[in-house]
């Protein structure tokens, strides 16, 4: 069974930064692909940034293209996302994924995205204007 936690979260103004944290324990996560989805309140989860089992490769949501970066230290069981030019829309609970099909379906389902998978229980993002 593998345990996620997330930390990083917090209230910042529009235009500042976060890094988000992910701790794993549990098993080793090189099996498996990562992510970071979100939820706004009233709105569906979605897909923000997910990266490959080796982090070789990342997807990132267009509207964080440029903003956001993800990365993956597989000796620690740590996944991170940096957050810059944070925007008030963006405010939502960010959570944490880890499956063997996160990366496959992270810009498509989230639901698809967790087959197998576990999600952490999330860490609170709230950008000021």
């Known amino acids: 069974q593998v345990q996620l936690v997330e930390s990083g979260g917090g209230s910042v103004q529009a235009g500042g930064s976060l890094r988000l944290s992910c701790a794993a324990s549990?098993?080793?996560?090189?099996?498996?692909?990562m992510g970071w989805f979100r939820q706004a309140p009233g709105k569906e989860r979605e897909g923000v940034s997910c990266?490959?089992?080796?982090?070789?490769?990342?997807y990132y949501a267009d509207s964080v293209k440029g903003r956001f970066t993800t990365s993956r230290d597989n000796a620690k069981n740590t996944l991170y996302l940096q957050m810059d030019s944070l925007r008030p829309e963006e405010t939502a609970m960010y959570y944490c994924?880890?499956?063997?099909?996160?990366?496959?379906?992270?810009?498509?389902?989230?639901?698809?995205?967790?087959?197998?998978?576990?999600w952490g229980q999330g860490t609170q993002v709230t950008v000021s204007s």
């Open positions: 994924a880890v499956g063997p099909n996160v990366y496959l379906y992270c810009a498509i389902s989230w639901q698809y995205a967790l087959r197998s998978g576990y």
């Open positions: 549990g098993a080793p996560l090189d099996n498996y692909s």
């Open positions: 990266i490959s089992r080796s982090g070789a490769i990342t």
